[in-house]
């Protein structure tokens, strides 16, 4: 029994180990039935969500589980009962496994100091995204059959992205070359991201890499302060045809169309893999129940 707080917490080989069941549970190589038979799972999400919140919920309960999802609306949290005696208060009702979003950076590991229940964190704040990023790496496995030494390069709002955070610890587990292009605002401090090449151009961001990632410019968090307009951002960092290159195209979602990237990837563009790592989603998460709950 374990928590997944963290990209950083895995070794290679957990994450080829998530990777290969997930692809055998795709394939049909491995049954997923009944292996969370008799399990209870919490969903409690502070966050917003429709990708990360269904498909967990969808892996849960196509492996057998009982999934409840706390509404906040609904919940004591309305009445100002906190976050942290929320989650020990489910905890005394003895559940198998939360799935926590939180806007705070941080939430979910400091949660999991005070409960022995596993904790699976579904996006902290700016923080971490471990299960996108390995659903991500199962995506570009699938393209390239490989986890090593992908070249890859992630576009945008990089300062606010969990995703991109998660993805710099994967990248130095498999010695991946990773860049990122987006403007000043949105960068991260050099020492920060000692060793991450920074673009200087949408092109030379897309030349020679295997996967370019798109993010989201996160308006909730006011990153259009970043930036003079949306219209401005998609005229220096948006996608075009016209730049794309061999990269196969990928974005966590959800997508602002026609500011990340156009309307002509969203709709089955044969380089866009959008949809696919959705897809690929549910079976990680069903890998991510298996490591942190068997
Ligand atoms: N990728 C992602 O986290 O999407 P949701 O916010 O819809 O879960």
Redesign the pocket.
Known sequence: MRHLISVRDLTKEDVKGIVQNALDFKSGKKSFEGILKNKTVISIFF?????????FEMAAKRMGAEVINIDYNQSSLKKGETDYDTIINLSAMHPDAFVI?HHESGYPKFLAEFTSIPIIN??DGTNE?PS?ALLDTLTMYEIKRALENLKICIIGDIINSR?AKSHMWMAKLFNWELSFYGPTTMLPKKDWIKGIKIEKSIDKALKGKDFVMLLRIQLERKSGQNIPSLKEYNRFFGLKKSNLANAFIMH???VNRNVELGSWVMDNHSKGLITK?VEN?VYTRMAIFEFCLS
Not at 47 to 55: I, Q
């Open positions: 966050e917003n969500s429709t990708r990360t919140r269904t498909s979003r579904a996006g995204h996108q995703v966590p979602g959800p790592q989603g």
